[in-house]
C-alpha cells in the first residue's frame, strides 16, 4: 500500500522560509509525475508545484520564483522550499504522487498534509 508522509510545516512570520519534506513508502517518486497541492480554508484545492517523470516542471504563478520543487532519489524524497512566504501561503499543504510518468492524468496517491502558517 502506497504512503505518502508530509513533514515541515509549522508557522514563521513572512519574509520566512520553510522546507517540506515527503516521504514515500511502496511508491518510488523517480518513477512518476509528482507534485505539490495546496488548501487553503475558503479556496479550492490548488496545484502549485509538479515535476513529470519526463519534462518539465510546472509552478503555479502564485509561488513562481518563491518555491522551488526537488527530489533525492536516493532517499526517495520529495521536498518542497518555499522562500519569502505571505500570509497568503497559509494552507494545508499535500504532496501527492501519479502511477503514470506524465503529470496530464492527475495523482494516483496523496499524503495526508502538513499545515503551514504564515503571520504578518
Known amino acids: 500500500q502506497v504512503q505518502l508522509v508530509e513533514s515541515g510545516g509549522g508557522s514563521v512570520q513572512a519574509g520566512g522560509s520553510l522546507r517540506l519534506s515527503c516521504a514515500a513508502s511502496?511508491?518510488?517518486?523517480?518513477?512518476?509525475?509528482v507534485g505539490w497541492f495546496r488548501h487553503a480554508p475558503g479556496k479550492e484545492r490548488e496545484g502549485i508545484a509538479t515535476?513529470?517523470?519526463?519534462?518539465?516542471?510546472t509552478y503555479a504563478d502564485s509561488v513562481k520564483g518563491r518555491f522551488t520543487i526537488s527530489q533525492d532519489n536516493a532517499k526517495n524524497t520529495l521536498y518542497l522550499q518555499m522562500n519569502n512566504l505571505k500570509p497568503e501561503d497559509t494552507a494545508m499543504y499535500y504532496c501527492?504522487?501519479?502511477?503514470?510518468?506524465?503529470?496530464?492524468?492527475?495523482?494516483?496517491?496523496w499524503g495526508k498534509g502538513t499545515l503551514v502558517t504564515i503571520s504578518s
Open positions: 511502496q511508491y518510488t517518486f523517480s518513477n512518476g509525475c
Open positions: 501527492a504522487a501519479s502511477l503514470h510518468i506524465s503529470c496530464a492524468y492527475g495523482m494516483s496517491y
Open positions: 515535476r513529470a517523470k519526463v519534462g518539465s516542471t
